[in-house]
Structures are given as C-alpha cells and as structure tokens.
C-alpha cells in the first residue's frame, strides 16, 4: 500500500468522528452558555416573608380563637382560613397589576398556614399539661375521656 490511499477501516472512524464532532459542539455550546436567573425561584426573600407572615397570621387566629371558642376545630379554621385569606387577598392585588402574581408564593403561604397551626395547637397543649385539647366538644383525643360515640358535631 502507498502513503496515498487510505484504508477503508480509517476512512470509516474518520467519518464517524465528523459525525460525533457535530453533536458533542453543540452540547459543548450548551454548556457554555451563561445560566439565567429563574425569575419565580422556590427559594428566596420574598417566599420567606408569605412563609412567615401566613405562619403568623394563622397562629395568631388559632390563638384568639382559643379564648372565644371550646372547640378546637372552630381555632383551626378561623386560624387557617385567615392565613390562606390572607394569601389569597395578596395574589389578587397582584394579579390586579400591582405586582407579580405567583402561585409558587401561593403555595408558600398555604405551607406557612400550616406550620402556624401546629405550632400553636402545640403550645396550646403544652399549655394544658401536654395534654391536647378536644377539637370538639363531642370528640376527645384524651385517652381519660370515656365517649359513648366518636362523632364531630358542627
């Protein structure tokens, strides 16, 4: 064989490797490209506050609620219906053209909201001696409560 011809095993990898080069620039380009910025992220300042002040919001009507109401169910839904009110009124206003809507802030809240409330029902058993208070006054969680019937009464 002469230096001039080529084999055909080298032709073909030679081919091939055209072939391969096309893609792995592209990918390579890719990857080169400068990220962007998510503009709605999961996790940031804004997410935070909706987090904090849902969580405040229903702690604090699961607290009031307490003092007016025996029924503990009736604090979880004042408490928690505020706090997602309070969401909700916030991503109206911003979908008015206020602001930047956002169900990801949404979700936050709904979250925050929940969080408040166990955090509350919490200390409010620790306020009596561990021992949660009944979510109604027909149903008990107290294992020293003997209940004919186990029925939530509205």
Do not use: Q
Request: proline share 6%.
């Amino acid at each position: 064989m002469s230096a001039t011809t080529v084999r055909p095993w080298v032709a073909a990898i030679r081919h091939r490797m055209r072939i391969a080069v096309i893609p792995l620039t592209l990918f390579a380009a890719t990857l080169s490209a400068p990220a962007r910025a998510e503009p709605d992220p999961w996790f940031g300042r804004d997410k935070a506050l909706h987090f904090a002040v849902a969580a405040g919001i229903a702690g604090a009507g699961y607290g009031v609620t307490t003092a007016f109401a025996r029924d503990r169910w009736k604090a979880f839904a004042v408490g928690g219906g505020a706090a997602i009110a309070a969401g909700v009124l916030k991503e109206g206003y911003d979908a008015a053209g206020h602001g930047d809507p956002s169900w990801k802030d949404f979700g936050w809240d709904v979250l925050g909201a929940a969080v408040g409330l166990v955090i509350a029902w919490g200390i409010d058993a620790g306020v009596h001696g561990g021992c949660p208070p009944p979510l109604s006054s027909r149903l008990s969680l107290d294992p020293r409560v003997r209940a004919a019937s186990i029925g939530v009464a509205f």
